[in-house]
């Protein structure tokens, strides 16, 4: 777990590192911590689809679709102002 949570943090600060150096260009960076989502490599059914489900606020997975919102809002002119921030879209699973 201490080099999963490490590997996490390294990627929030590149996140803030290049969010920095590329903001005067008018990229932006940011970073999805995303919960348990129904995929192919863990679907809703899997074997250990019930541990996870119960870790989360909402008592589901997510789905694609709700993850590509996200990104598809951050890649959006709405967010311009959104960068170097890591977001997390895990259904209250870090509540």
């Known amino acids: 777990m201490s080099v999963y949570a490490m590997s996490k943090?390294?990627?929030?600060?590149?996140?803030?590192?290049?969010?920095?150096?590329?903001?005067?260009?008018?990229?932006?960076?940011?970073?999805?911590?995303?919960g348990a989502v129904d995929t192919d490599m863990n679907p809703v059914d899997g074997p250990f689809?019930?541990?996870?489900?119960?870790?989360?606020a909402v008592g589901r997975f997510g789905t694609p679709d709700e993850i590509a919102g996200m990104v598809a809002y951050l890649t959006?002119?709405?967010?311009?102002?959104?960068?170097?921030?890591?977001?997390?879209?895990?259904?209250?699973?870090?509540?």
């Open 49 to 56: 689809a019930e541990g996870q489900r119960a870790l989360t």
């Open 9 to 34: 943090s390294a990627l929030v600060g590149l996140t803030k590192g290049l969010a920095r150096e590329l903001g005067g260009r008018g990229v932006t960076v940011n970073a999805l911590h995303c």
């Open 76 to 95: 959006g002119d709405e967010a311009g102002y959104v960068t170097g921030t890591a977001l997390t879209i895990d259904g209250g699973h870090a509540a």
